[in-house]
């Protein structure tokens, strides 16, 4: 915030994405299991995947990096889905990749909240990837195309341990996305000397 003023206040939707086939269907794509009760839960399942309070710990991180230019993040909602293919390939952007599918589905208006999504990356060897903001280099100008938003692995929030054996994540992932999704460049892109390096 500069001098007290919010510029912005931006909501968040979190959407985790759980290695679960569906209960109820085993043929179904993907399911809603938010609140899934623990007796319908398969007990061998894995449980890796964004917990609630990792959602909160990424707005904290958000609010902590960009308060000071006046944006403030909120949770708006946390919601999870079952679906192996998603949690395996969420994070492929590849024709043969499932992002798509998973951002298509479960975006909710783009132009009011950032869609945040939280399948398995390690397979696609990345921390987390964003769109560009609407109109900015390819990408569409509808405010409300579903393929916004950001996407991270589900275990890169402040003390996940996809970052390496010497110490746990920091949650700057997410961090890092969210100035893509409003714009910004790597300082190294399109050579050194450009503008704003």
Same mark, same amino acid.
């Given at each position: 915030?500069?001098?007290?003023?919010?510029?912005?206040?931006?909501?968040?939707?979190?959407?985790?994405?759980?290695?679960?086939?569906?209960?109820?269907?085993?043929?179904?794509?993907? +399911? !809603? +299991?938010?609140?899934?009760?623990?007796?319908?839960?398969?007990?061998? $399942?894995?449980?890796?995947?964004?917990?609630?309070?990792?959602?909160? !710990?990424?707005?904290?991180?958000?609010?902590?990096?960009?308060?000071?230019?006046?944006?403030?993040?909120?949770?708006?909602?946390?919601?999870? $889905?079952?679906?192996?293919?998603?949690?395996?390939?969420?994070?492929?952007?590849?024709?043969?990749?499932?992002?798509?599918?998973?951002?298509?589905?479960? $975006?909710?208006?783009?132009?009011?909240?950032?869609?945040?999504?939280?399948?398995?990356?390690?397979?696609?060897?990345?921390?987390?990837?964003?769109?560009?903001?609407?109109?900015?280099?390819?990408?569409?100008?509808?405010?409300?195309?579903?393929?916004?938003?950001?996407?991270?692995?589900?275990?890169?929030?402040?003390?996940?341990?996809?970052?390496?054996?010497?110490?746990? +994540?920091?949650? !700057?992932?997410?961090?890092?996305?969210?100035?893509?999704?409003?714009?910004?460049?790597?300082?190294?892109?399109?050579?050194?000397?450009?503008?704003?390096?």
């Amino acid at each position: 915030r500069r001098l007290g003023i919010v510029a912005a206040t931006v909501p968040v939707k979190f959407h985790a994405i759980r290695n679960l086939q569906c209960p109820t269907d085993s043929s179904a794509t993907y +399911c !809603d +299991c938010t609140n899934m009760s623990l007796i319908e839960q398969d007990s061998s $399942a894995p449980t890796d995947y964004l917990s609630q309070q990792n959602a909160q !710990d990424e707005i904290d991180n958000l609010n902590l990096a960009y308060n000071s230019q006046g944006l403030v993040f909120t949770l708006s909602s946390y919601d999870v $889905a079952c679906s192996p293919s998603w949690y395996a390939s969420g994070c492929d952007y590849s024709s043969n990749g499932k992002e798509y599918e998973m951002k298509n589905t479960l $975006a909710v208006t783009p132009e009011h909240f950032l869609n945040a999504y939280y399948p398995d990356c390690s397979a696609q060897e990345l921390f987390g990837f964003a769109t560009f903001p609407p109109g900015v280099s390819g990408q569409s100008s509808d405010p409300n195309d579903w393929s916004q938003g950001v996407v991270n692995g589900w275990n890169t929030p402040k003390g996940g341990d996809i970052c390496g054996n010497t110490a746990p +994540c920091d949650g !700057d992932t997410m961090v890092h996305e969210v100035g893509h999704y409003f714009g910004l460049y790597h300082t190294f892109q399109g050579g050194c000397s450009g503008d704003g390096d």
